[in-house]
C-alpha cells in the first residue's frame, strides 16, 4: 500500500516558476511514478513519468523543456520543477505510482491533487 499526498501548488503568472512535490508513505522506491493532471472540463492526462531508479523519464509535448520531473528514493518524494509557466497549465495536478513506466494504465495509487493556476 501507498499513500501520496502533492503539495507545493499555488497562484503565479505567466512565466514563472513552481516546484511540486509528492510524498509517500510506503514502498514508494517499488514503482515508477507519474504526474498527471486535469484542467477544468477536460480529462486527465499525463504529463511526466519517472523509472523507479531514475534511469529514465518522459514527457508529455506540451511541457517539454519547461517541466523536469525528479525523485529523491531515500526521502521517498518526487519533485516536478515547472518552469516558464503557461495558462494553459492551469489544472490540479496528481501524482500517481504507476504499474509500468511505459503506461499510464490505471494507476493503483494516486495522491488527492494540488491546484496549480497561471494568471496571464
Known amino acids: 500500500q501507498v499513500q501520496l499526498v502533492e503539495s507545493g501548488g499555488g497562484l503565479v503568472q505567466a512565466g514563472d516558476s513552481l516546484r511540486l512535490s509528492c510524498t509517500a508513505s510506503?514502498?514508494?522506491?517499488?514503482?515508477?511514478l507519474g504526474w498527471f493532471r486535469q484542467a477544468s472540463g477536460k480529462e486527465r492526462e499525463s504529463v511526466a513519468a519517472?523509472?523507479?531508479?531514475?534511469?529514465?523519464?518522459r514527457y508529455a509535448d506540451s511541457v517539454k523543456g519547461r517541466f523536469t520531473i525528479s525523485r529523491d528514493n531515500a526521502k521517498n518524494t518526487m519533485f516536478l520543477q515547472m518552469n516558464s509557466l503557461k495558462p494553459e497549465d492551469t489544472a490540479v495536478y496528481y501524482c500517481?505510482?504507476?504499474?509500468?513506466?511505459?503506461?499510464?494504465?490505471?494507476?493503483?495509487?494516486w495522491g488527492q491533487g494540488t491546484q496549480v493556476t497561471v494568471s496571464s
Open positions: 500517481a505510482a504507476l504499474r509500468n513506466f511505459y503506461s499510464d494504465y490505471e494507476p493503483p495509487y
Open positions: 510506503g514502498r514508494m522506491s517499488a514503482y515508477p
Open positions: 519517472i523509472t523507479w531508479n531514475s534511469d529514465n523519464t
